[in-house]
């Protein structure tokens, strides 16, 4: 066993110190998001960040670990404070600076960002603490005392007169909506349901006006799940998205609904806008699909089988003269079968995934060198490409090998497939905190921000790339559903015509209570 490093933050229970955690602790107490970036690594990925990090942004832990910070930055033109962020990186120099941030949700904060570096004996910039403060409503409050003022005065001045029509809007608003909506107190009274509600689940108007939402259908509504969301909206006070109850009991029988809850404040008192959407129908289709799909693929496996193995048989039993042209058909042949198979294997692993049956195999072997392997592979294929491999990770790790060497081909061959002209595809290696890191970086056609999450999604194309590299979309969900299988994440940092970087994190340990990988 070699020691793993603590001035690396691989903070293992075997190196933990009572310094360290004490220093962690206050870390994780003070209310200020921290984050440490290693200066070691290409591209400076984040290696520790405290709770308040992940209270300020939204996003976990695991999320965050092997990320540069930018990630925060969406697609915002902040090109000012970038270039005092790089000046300052570049020159070893602190800095400090507000810049538009985005939280997971998407919802914008102005962050008021510290960066401090950290210099070894020999005056080697290390790492880099940076230091995040949400100051959105310091930034915001005069503007919005000047705004609220005039809204203020507008109000008070048009109050009597637009009463009544402000109560037909609203009326006509909520009538227009597709979705079922219902306007409740803070006691969680129903005041106004719109023609939807009562049109989906068969319910009169005055059957529900001034019920306790669990009183709705004689108390029918009163269900585990339907407590459960209420006592949220009588505790939070805040918004509440997409709250799913599957086979939820209606007069016109049990549906699946979907929930969102919306919290509006008054001077002295709140109401609740609570949305719902009956995505019954919606189900049952995706459901209808998924079965296809299991269906089509196993049945297109058995022919596909047969097939093969004629093949292989016919170009066995060819005898020594036969034709050329006859050789080169079956070779092609051939390759057009196992083409097709890659993708009866793919729809199969889609179908198991939508389905809940995949599961993974979990067993100890040498991270590294399955890494090493696979690009050995591909060397022997793929001739005019050229694979440099940097860095190192772990040498071992206790997963399904073979599920990730499944992601690694997909997102080399992805590489290979979309970098027609400069085929040079660096493949990087590292060890982060108590996480292992793989980027893959190619200098292709790159993937547009807008598209940059819906790649990950199931049999999501980019028009633009389908028509010019037809495929089916499912190689990087597949992908990305094995990497959350082992508890990490994936995604892709790109700009269209400078090629794409596909990254993923691992966790050392899947649970607290799970044994921790450790090099050998």
């Not at 308040?52 to 996003?59: I, K, Q, R, S």
Request: charged share 25%.
């Amino acid at each position: 066993m070699k020691q793993i490093d603590e001035n690396k933050f691989s903070f293992s229970a075997r190196t933990y110190n009572r310094e360290l955690d004490l220093l962690l602790t206050a870390l994780d107490t003070t209310k200020v998001g921290v984050v440490i970036t290693d200066c070691s690594q290409p591209d400076y990925p984040i290696v520790y960040c405290n709770k308040a990090f992940e209270e300020l942004t939204g996003y976990s832990r695991n999320e965050v670990i092997g990320h540069n910070c930018r990630f925060l930055q969406g697609n915002d033109d902040n090109e000012e404070q970038k270039k005092v962020i790089k000046t300052a990186l570049h020159l070893g120099q602190p800095c400090e600076i507000e810049i538009k941030n985005y939280k997971k949700d998407g919802s914008l904060f102005w962050n008021q960002l510290r960066l401090q570096p950290i210099r070894d004996e020999e005056n080697n910039v290390t790492y880099y603490i940076g230091v995040q403060n949400d100051v959105t409503r310091l930034k915001l409050t005069n503007q919005q005392l000047r705004v609220e003022k005039l809204k203020v005065k507008k109000t008070l001045v048009e109050h009597d007169n637009n009463l009544s029509e402000d109560e037909g809007l609203l009326t006509a608003v909520i009538d227009t909506v597709r979705d079922s909506v219902l306007i409740l107190t803070e006691n969680l009274h129903i005041i106004k349901v719109n023609r939807s509600f009562l049109k989906t689940f068969h319910i009169a108007e005055d059957e529900v006006l001034d019920q306790h939402i669990l009183g709705i259908d004689n108390g029918k509504w009163n269900t585990m799940g339907l407590q459960n969301l209420a006592e949220q909206l009588s505790s939070k006070k805040t918004s509440i998205k997409d709250y799913l109850l599957e086979d939820f009991p209606t007069r016109v029988g049990k549906k699946v609904l979907n929930f969102d809850a919306h919290f509006i404040s008054h001077t002295t008192n709140a109401n609740i806008i609570l949305a719902i959407s009956d995505i019954t129908e919606l189900r049952e289709l995706e459901k209808r699909k998924d079965d296809f799909l299991s269906t089509a693929s196993h049945e297109l496996k058995t022919p596909l089988t047969a097939i093969t193995a004629s093949l292989q048989l016919t170009q066995r039993m060819l005898p020594p003269d036969a034709s050329e042209t006859l050789k080169g058909t079956l070779n092609k042949t051939k390759s057009y079968v196992d083409k097709l198979e890659h993708l009866v294997i793919d729809l199969l692993d889609a179908s198991k995934i939508k389905t809940g049956r995949i599961e993974l195999t979990k067993q100890a072997f040498d991270f590294d060198a399955m890494i090493l392997e696979v690009v050995d592979k591909l060397r022997g294929k793929y001739h005019d490409n050229h694979f440099e491999v940097q860095g190192a990770a772990s040498n071992y790790y206790i997963g399904d090998r073979l599920r990730l060497e499944q992601v690694i081909l997909n997102l080399l061959t992805n590489s290979i497939k979309f970098s027609p002209v400069n085929r040079s595809i660096n493949i990087h290696l590292s060890r982060l905190s108590d996480f292992i890191k793989v980027s893959i970086t190619d200098y292709g056609l790159g993937v547009d921000h807008q598209y940059q999450k819906k790649i990950f999604d199931s049999f999501y194309r980019v028009d633009e790339i389908q028509k010019q590299y037809p495929g089916i979309g499912v190689g990087l969900y597949i992908s990305n559903q094995i990497i959350k299988k082992h508890k990490g994440t994936l995604w892709v940092e790109s700009t269209i015509g400078e090629g794409a970087t596909f990254s993923f994190t691992l966790p050392l340990k899947y649970q607290d209570h799970d044994k921790e990988n450790y090099d050998m």
